[in-house]
């Protein structure tokens, strides 16, 4: 059973986590004028995250401007200055920032501790069986079941696709953990899975969550 | 600007940047390489390095981002770009983008037009038709409807019932797909929507394209190449023989090819096998002159057993096996060919300077794909490290790999990103008889060994490359 108090109390203790972010490709690289660390940094917001968060830096490679955004709200930890105006490889560290977790960030690491997590058995792409890919569309994750034995992934890589069982405790599909059509490594979870013994324990955690937890402007 | 100004953007990785850089090298050609971060170590990385200093080399977040590889292109100073196999190299976009574009690079391969014309496999069965070259029984249009697909099926496999074949099978393609990807047969008729289903599902989540194709399944054949090389004003036309690729896996993906087709000194054919390899051969150079071909292409054929050719695609391309062609040609009695140098070559405008007479052939040619998989388990990669790669040098024997020798002293870690080819093993005999025992001689002295994370021994196919040995060329 999952001491949530002393979960919560972790957590509280180092209440941020320090983000690096990369150039996504490469390009010239450019700064705006006025950033300097220390800076706050707001994150996406908006109905849809439509409003992006502060900008970073501007990449442009064959005419496209593309703005690296801030993804979560946080403060600037450093800047990369010396890149400004620089043609960047892929993957180059621009900034560093410190970002503060969110009510539902936190639920989602006490989750990741509470639920069954059915783990990726090999680095490959995972996509859902058609069946339940179509179920998750309609009603959303927690609207599917799954049961020890269920065919519920398409494990594809380097040309060969392969059919994935679920193995673990019957329950509803909590949280979903890859993102479609990129590479899981080997070890890390794909779903997390709330038998129905453990919903009493992750309703608590979630009003705990909700009530203990004040968001940091 | 002369031939040997040009610089060349080598927009591939592994095996074929490898043999590019080495032609460019021949060629005395500056090129620039890039690498994503699973590629750090591999040997085309390492090469580059070597052979070209850091500016030689940039990372990217992928293969297939055509912004970042003319970004790369325009910062490195590169004049032309080779796209080796795969990735953008039959991209009739991709081509006319390049070659469109303000700062204009040249496109190592056919021009936008023709990769357009037979990059589709449809368009090319309706070529093919129209010159009267045979073409496999099947649906000439990608079929986005299952009542249509069902429909086509069932005629099909009644067309086959009624020719007295047994066991009809149908085969369901992405129109999309390529490399032995999105294929399944249908053996029971009553079967194919679930196989349909599958196969539209896998193309419109690898492809984005739903299409598929349903073709006659022709059992008991050869898949034969034609490799053909045009001049870039397509004037001259020539071909590098033929290949037989039959040895494959259960994905429909190759194995072993061998250069020529059809050896019918050593091999007793219920057919007249000369005259086929001439046909197929005489079939491919007039479709080529048809459509002014101008780089170096492969032309795929099937081969029945009673020695009917029927045509079913064209890459338009350099193909994983072109070596194998060139280690039986020699031209002007010279060997030594290397057709990745000679599609750079007049890529970049050079004329042949030889003729069709002047290609000759001698020997026979084995290419073995070694590559890290369980052969008794429907071939599936094997993920993990390398720990010692090695192989004993001959004369007879070219080996082509992106895996750092052992002796580099470092593991080299499989990429789970691409395809799971190791290396290429060419060997090269003065008959069949001899080309066979060199095979067998490589494999049996080559060193390959690493462990999975689990602690497991590595998987490969080179036991099942030693027993396809005997039936090289069997027909």
């Known amino acids: 059973m999952l001491d949530i108090s002393a979960v919560l109390e972790e957590i509280k203790a180092s209440p941020y986590t320090e983000l690096s972010v990369r150039a996504p490709h490469c390009g010239l690289l450019t700064f705006p004028g006025d950033l300097k660390p220390g800076d706050p940094l707001s994150g996406p917001v908006g109905e849809w995250k439509e409003k992006p968060g502060t900008l970073l830096a501007t990449l442009e490679r064959e005419r496209n401007e593309r703005p690296i955004s801030c993804e979560e709200k946080g403060e600037l930890a450093a800047l990369n200055r010396e890149l400004d105006g620089c043609f960047v490889e892929a993957g180059t560290e621009i900034a560093r920032y410190r970002h503060f977790l969110s009510r539902e960030e936190v639920l989602q690491l006490i989750l990741k501790r509470a639920l069954h997590l059915f783990i990726a058995p090999e680095r490959a792409k995972y996509y859902f069986v058609p069946a339940v890919d179509i179920k998750f569309k309609v009603s959303g994750p927690k609207a599917v079941t799954v049961h020890d034995g269920d065919e519920l992934f398409i494990m594809s890589r380097m040309k060969r696709e392969a059919s994935l069982r679920y193995s673990g405790p019957e329950g509803v599909i909590y949280a979903v953990y890859f993102i479609y059509n990129q590479n899981v490594d080997a070890g890390a979870p794909l779903i997390g899975v709330c038998p129905p013994d453990l919903v009493p324990q992750v309703e608590e955690a979630v009003l705990r969550v909700q009530t203990e937890w004040t968001e940091r402007n | ?101 303000e700062s204009k690079l040249v496109f190592i391969g056919p021009s936008w037009r023709v990769i357009r014309e037979l990059g589709d496999k449809i368009n090319t069965k309706r070529l093919a038709r129209s010159l009267g070259v045979p073409t496999v029984p099947g649906s000439d249009k990608p079929i986005y409807d299952e009542m249509e697909a069902e429909r086509v099926a069932r005629n099909l496999y009644e067309f086959q019932q009624q020719q007295g074949i047994e066991h009809p099978v149908i085969l369901v393609k992405a129109s999309a797909g390529g490399g032995g990807m999105g294929i399944e047969e249908v053996h029971d008729i009553d079967l194919f929507r679930s196989v349909y289903r599958r196969i539209r599902n896998y193309a419109a989540r690898q492809f984005k394209d739903e299409g598929v194709l349903i073709e006659q399944r ?62 197929i051969t005489m079939h491919s150079l007039a479709m080529a002159k048809e459509v002014r071909y101008d780089s170096v292409g492969t032309w795929e054929w099937i081969v029945t057993r009673e020695g009917k050719p029927y045509l079913m695609e064209v890459n338009t391309r350099i193909q994983v096996e072109n070596g194998v062609s060139a280690a039986i040609a020699r031209i002007k009695g010279q060997p030594g060919v290397d057709i990745i140098a000679e599609q750079i070559r007049t890529a970049l405008g050079e004329p042949l300077g030889y003729t069709q007479d002047d290609i000759s052939f001698s020997g026979v040619g084995i290419e073995y794909r070694i590559i890290a998989e369980d052969p008794d388990n429907r071939f599936t990669p094997w993920v993990g490290r390398i720990d010692a790669f090695s192989w004993k040098k001959e004369d007879w024997l070219s080996v082509y790999t992106h895996v750092p020798e052992s002796s580099a002293g470092k593991p080299y870690v499989i990429p789970t990103e691409f395809d799971p080819n190791l290396a290429l093993g060419i060997v090269w005999g003065e008959n069949l008889a001899q080309a066979r025992e060199r095979g067998k001689l490589f494999l049996d002295n080559l060193v390959l060994k690493g462990a999975n994370s689990a602690g497991e021994p590595l998987k490969s196919n080179v036991e099942f490359l030693r027993r396809k040995t005997e039936q090289i060329l069997l027909f």
């Open chain 2, 218 to 279: 022709i059992r008991d054949f050869n898949h034969l190449e034609v490799q053909i090389l045009a001049e870039r004003n397509c004037e001259g036309v020539v071909h590098f023989g033929t290949r037989n690729c039959s040895i494959q896996s259960t994905g429909l993906q190759k194995r072993v090819e061998v250069a020529p087709g059809f050896d019918s000194g050593s091999v007793a054919y219920r057919f007249d096998a000369d005259q086929v390899l001439a046909d």
């Open chain 2, 1 to 101: 600007m002369t031939n040997k100004e040009h610089k060349v953007l080598v927009a591939n990785r592994g095996e074929i940047a490898v043999r590019i850089v080495r032609a460019c090298r021949k060629l005395g050609l500056n090129f620039v390489c890039v690498y994503t971060a699973e590629d750090v170590e591999s040997g085309h990385v390492l090469l580059a390095r070597e052979a070209g200093g850091d500016k030689a080399l940039y990372r990217v977040s992928s293969y297939h981002d055509a912004n970042e590889l003319l970004a790369v292109a325009d910062i490195a100073g590169a004049t032309a770009i080779h796209p080796g196999y795969g990735f953008f190299a039959e991209d009739y976009r991709f081509a006319r983008r390049v070659s469109r574009r």
